[in-house]
């Protein structure tokens, strides 16, 4: 088998377009790197977990469908899963297909394994092959553990820096990376000048979104991130279009118009992320990718969708109330309406099942937005609140917390993204009351790149809501959280400088949540 240097060498030897050339009976000999977008693991299992890949020999082509001229439909890929990082010890290893119908990517589901234990893996095609990833299994389920470590991120704008966060998450091996949100940006920022979409335009179709994915999967720190530790991902708005809500959109599109818009945005999601191909394959514009997942007795993730099915952003009317703002009951009595949905009723139920049969000591809420009450004091005293999070949806925040209290899950944690900054709540029933039970506590990640609002406003704020015990939007970076029996320890952890490739990590706070007690010390 070729080495990839020699198939490389090969390709500038041969000095043709990129793509493949004479490929028979199934094997292809690839003039470039087909594995230049990486490997990735995700969902892990006790027994497994899904590897992904996509063959993108010419990964910005203006027709990703047929990257370099493929033609013919799907590629077979082996795969080899080993229990050494020398790939000696091979566990698994089988032929998987780079789907066509999804720009070549591969979801290959693997079971048979051993429960919480290291392997490695990597995939050949013709002659070409990946790096080698590496990935952890759950612990068998119920078995008794000690120690979980997991990272959560969000909001990646390419634009506005380089992904060194990305890069230090990975030096912490964490068990588990969890994927908030806004992961791509479709549109192009004015603001920004660190570095460019590649084509200069919103994505707003299948090869739009496709070449994102692949200029963010170029990353060489979110490769290294990759393929360092088992991805969970949910999605926010940027993954379709700012402040979308279901199937109405921030610029009153007709709705069958914009849904055929979000199909292509949830198709190129699928396609990028190493999602379970049984759930998750898209359908139109339905894309399933809530689910839960547990480590032995400790922790259960509960990842949940807070776009797809959520009711219409309160008071959406043109012109300009088809992107969040800020709102109030007054104004807007559709804010306060007892039906409006942030989960859907499906997921709702689906998630209200999942907390009262869980026997985790420790359930993390992993979602997009941020879920605790934030009233905003207006110039004349009166309080909004953005519409655009859960504050929009305040019915829907109470069911699911009068759940949690109900149900009695045991250690109830919420995690979110989408703000730009570092947040620790008290999530309460009555907000306004100082000694009413925290029934959860809340940790907000900030961004990896994305620029946050006006910090003095958001302290401001901040000085209403004492159910925030720690705010700061000054820094990019992510939270790296480790779970024990007793306790769970989140650092949030801070980049020097967006700007630099180089930025070194260091440690803004530390979040302590006790076993036993909803509230959080920092
Ligand atoms: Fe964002
Ligand atoms: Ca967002």
Not at 237 to 263: C, G, K, M
Not at 420 to 444: C, G, Q, Y
Request: neutral net charge.
């Amino acid at each position: 088998m070729p080495n990839r240097r020699t198939v490389l060498q090969g390709a500038v030897a041969l000095a043709v377009n990129a793509g493949l050339i004479g490929r028979a009976a199934g094997q292809a000999k690839w003039t470039s790197d087909p594995f230049q977008l990486g490997v990735a693991s995700g969902c892990p299992r006790p027994d497994g977990f899904v590897l992904w890949t996509r063959l993108a020999p010419d990964p910005l082509s203006a027709d990703p469908a047929t990257p370099g001229g493929m033609t013919g439909g799907d590629v077979p890929v082996t795969y080899e899963v080993a229990t050494d990082p020398a790939m000696r010890n091979i566990a698994r290893h089988g032929r998987a297909r780079a789907e066509a119908a999804f720009a070549h990517s591969v979801h290959e589901q693997v079971s048979g394994l051993s429960p919480g234990r290291d392997y490695w893996y990597r995939f050949t095609s013709g002659g070409a092959q990946s790096r080698i990833g590496h990935v952890r299994t759950a612990p068998a389920i119920g078995a008794a553990t000690e120690r979980m470590r997991f990272g959560f991120v969000s909001c990646s704008n390419y634009e506005f820096g380089y992904f060194s966060a990305y890069r230090h998450l990975a030096a912490e091996d964490p068990a588990l990376i969890i994927f908030l949100g806004d992961y791509i940006y479709e549109h192009i920022d004015p603001r920004a000048h660190t570095r460019r979409h590649s084509d200069n335009a919103e994505a707003k179709t299948l090869q739009g979104y496709r070449n994102r994915y692949a200029q963010y999967r170029l990353d060489p720190d979110l490769q290294t991130l990759h393929a360092a530790a088992a991805a969970l991902a949910t999605w926010d708005d940027h993954e379709v279009q700012n402040d979308y809500a279901d199937q109405w959109s921030q610029t009153f599109d007709p709705p069958e118009i914009f849904l055929a818009r979000r199909a292509t945005a949830y198709q190129a999601f699928y396609e990028h992320m190493p999602v379970q191909p049984h759930l998750s394959r898209p359908n139109g514009p339905a894309m399933r990718v809530y689910d839960r997942f547990a480590f032995g007795d400790l922790v259960a993730f509960h990842l949940i969708d807070g776009r797809q099915y959520r009711s219409r952003e309160a008071c959406y009317a043109p012109p300009d109330k088809g992107r969040a703002h800020a709102v109030n009951g007054a104004i807007c009595p559709e804010l306060l309406q007892p039906g409006r949905s942030m989960l859907g009723r499906m997921q709702e139920a689906w998630l209200f099942d999942g907390l009262s049969r869980s026997r985790a000591r420790w359930n993390i809420l992993a979602q997009d937005v941020l879920m605790t009450r934030l009233r905003e004091r207006q110039g004349d005293g009166s309080f909004d609140v953005w519409s655009d999070d859960w504050n929009g949806y305040p019915a829907s925040r109470t069911r699911v917390l009068q759940h949690i209290r109900d149900s009695r899950v045991a250690n109830p944690v919420v995690i979110g993204g989408d703000i730009h900054s570092f947040w620790a709540n008290e999530l309460k029933l009555d907000f306004d009351d100082a000694r009413a039970p925290v029934i959860a506590t809340e940790l907000v990640g900030t961004s990896i790149t994305s620029p946050p609002g006006p910090e003095e406003m958001f302290r401001a704020y901040v000085r209403d809501n004492p159910n925030v015990k720690f705010f700061d939007g000054r820094h990019r970076g992510y939270v790296c959280a480790d779970i024990l029996p007793g306790r769970m320890e989140s650092r949030f952890q801070i980049v020097s400088d967006v700007t630099d490739p180089k930025a070194t990590r260091s440690t803004l706070a530390t979040a302590v949540i006790e076993d036993g007690r909803a509230g959080v010390s920092i």
